[in-house]
């Protein structure tokens, strides 16, 4: 059974960092575009940010501008794990981050979701 | 980036009837327009890909239409199980999602 299990959320001051853990079970995540999607309390879903799978495009990675440059993206195979490097914090990212799969190569259809994980930015 | 624009924003609705939810986008993405449903503290769930293309699993009450920039979603007899948040989604490049459409019981 595909499943995808976030962890590493939680509280952070305005101008910290938090790393986001995505652990794939069921299927070999390299093989595949990954990305990470929030949805901020009460609001839409939002794109944050992708990365291709290794035989795709070499692993190539993908941001909204509105992360560009303080979050990065990162997998590690041997792991079977994605992750989310998130730095420079704002009030404004805080979310639930979802990871989650795409249904094939070169689609951006999600396909799998994990349960998310809380990222709340306050001091 | 390509806007995506859902309505009506939220309806009511009783067990039994059909509904429709549209999707409009900025501009053209061909079929690449996908559905999920999201209850409430849950993920999103694929329902719908490639306009039409029903994800393994769905019921077949759910389908979609639509190209180029308007898109539909349909279910033809509400379910008490389908009482949820809609999205849409292109896919034709970075991912953008609609608002949502919230279905709740009349």
């Known amino acids: 059974e595909v499943q995808l299990l976030e962890s590493g959320g939680g509280l952070v001051q305005p101008g910290g960092s938090l790393r986001l853990s995505c652990a794939a079970s069921?299927?070999?995540?390299?093989?595949?575009?990954m990305s990470w999607v929030r949805q901020a309390p009460g609001k839409g879903l939002d794109w944050v940010s992708s990365?291709?799978?290794?035989?795709?495009?070499?692993?190539?990675?993908y941001y909204a501008d509105s992360v560009k440059g303080r979050f990065t993206i990162s997998r590690d195979s041997s792991r079977n794990t994605l992750y989310l490097q998130m730095n420079s914090l704002r009030a404004e990212d805080t979310a639930v981050y979802y990871c989650?799969?795409?249904?094939?190569?070169?689609?951006?259809?999600?396909?799998?979701w994990g349960q998310g994980t809380l990222v709340t930015v306050s001091s | 980036d390509i806007q995506m624009t859902q309505s009506p924003p939220s309806l009511s609705a009783s067990v039994g009837d059909r509904v429709t939810i549209t999707c409009r986008a900025s501009q053209s993405i061909s079929n690449y327009l996908n559905w999920y449903q999201q209850k409430p503290g849950k993920a999103p769930n694929l329902l719908i890909y490639n306009t039409s293309s029903l994800q393994g699993g769905v019921p077949s009450r759910f389908s979609g239409s639509g190209s180029g920039t308007d898109f539909t979603l349909t279910i033809s007899s509400l379910q008490p199980e389908d009482f949820a948040t809609y999205y849409c989604?292109?896919?034709?490049?970075?991912?953008?999602f609609g608002g949502g459409t919230k279905v709740e019981i009349k």
């Open positions: 069921g299927f070999t995540s390299s093989n595949y575009g």
């Open positions: 989650a799969k795409y249904l094939g190569p070169r689609t951006s259809i999600f396909d799998c």
């Open positions: 990365i291709s799978g290794i035989s795709h495009s070499g692993g190539r990675t």
């Open positions: 989604q292109q896919s034709y490049i970075t991912p953008t």
